[in-house]
């Protein structure tokens, strides 16, 4: 995994304050329109725009955390080639809307990034393994995808399942690999795991849901 690479890229977008601008402006477009179940703290834009630097800088802790737990669990040779697709998704990213530039382009690509790792972990939990990577991503990734809006961020999303289909088909999980990862995963996973007690919390800063009526 070249997570060098993705940090660097991040650090890059973060440090030109035009590019915080246009996210800024962008993202200031898009508050109105917000579903109202997303609840944001004092300035909606400033919240939404931490939110959205801490979205994109876990990429690369993801995905190494991931590439140690696919280690640990004996799963390197399948899982790696995934995690290297959402590493391309992040540095060679397929076409995006021109307008989207610096830290808004990243956020693009965070969202593809993101989506692969969870929809790697909802197929092992569906073929009966505890997450691979037990994090909950899903709130994040939908509050990305209300911000993207429906029409683009489907469009994601079918690159991602497109890639998923064709690198972990139904027959990996029953493979000797697999069935081998499910009866060590637990202790494979707590260990390497505690090394980002955080990243759940630092995903959904402050953002909530409200609860139902």
């Not at 997570?3 to 200031?28: G, I, N, Y």
């Not at 004092?42 to 690369?60: C, H, I, K, R, S």
């Not at 995905?63 to 004996?74: G, I, N, R, W, Y």
């Not at 995690?83 to 693009?108: I, M, R, S, T």
Request: aromatic fraction near 8%; charged fraction near 20%; charge should be negative.
């Amino acid at each position: 995994m070249n997570t060098p690479a993705l940090k660097r890229q991040v650090e890059l977008a973060l440090s030109q304050p035009d590019t915080q601008q246009h996210l800024r402006a962008w993202l200031a477009e898009r508050l109105p329109d917000l579903h109202p179940a997303i609840r944001l703290e004092d300035d909606g834009v400033d919240t939404l725009f931490n939110f959205v630097q801490a979205y994109v800088e876990q990429v690369p802790n993801v995905l190494d955390a991931a590439a140690a737990v696919a280690e640990a669990a004996h799963m390197r040779d399948r899982l790696l080639p995934v995690l290297k697709v959402a590493e391309a998704f992040f540095l060679q990213p397929p076409d995006l809307p021109a307008e989207h530039q610096g830290l808004l382009a990243l956020l693009d690509e965070a969202y593809l990034a993101h989506r692969l790792v969870e929809e790697v972990n909802d197929r092992y939990v569906a073929h009966g393994g505890a997450a691979l990577i037990p994090m909950d991503i899903t709130r994040a990734n939908l509050i990305v995808h209300q911000l993207l809006g429906d029409e683009f961020a489907n469009q994601l999303d079918v690159a991602v399942d497109t890639a998923v289909a064709g690198l972990l088909p139904v027959e990996t999980f029953s493979s000797e690999a697999f069935q081998s990862y499910l009866a060590e995963q637990a202790d494979a996973k707590s260990a390497l795991w505690q090394q980002w007690p955080c990243m759940s919390a630092q995903l959904g800063i402050g953002i909530e849901w409200r609860g139902a009526a």
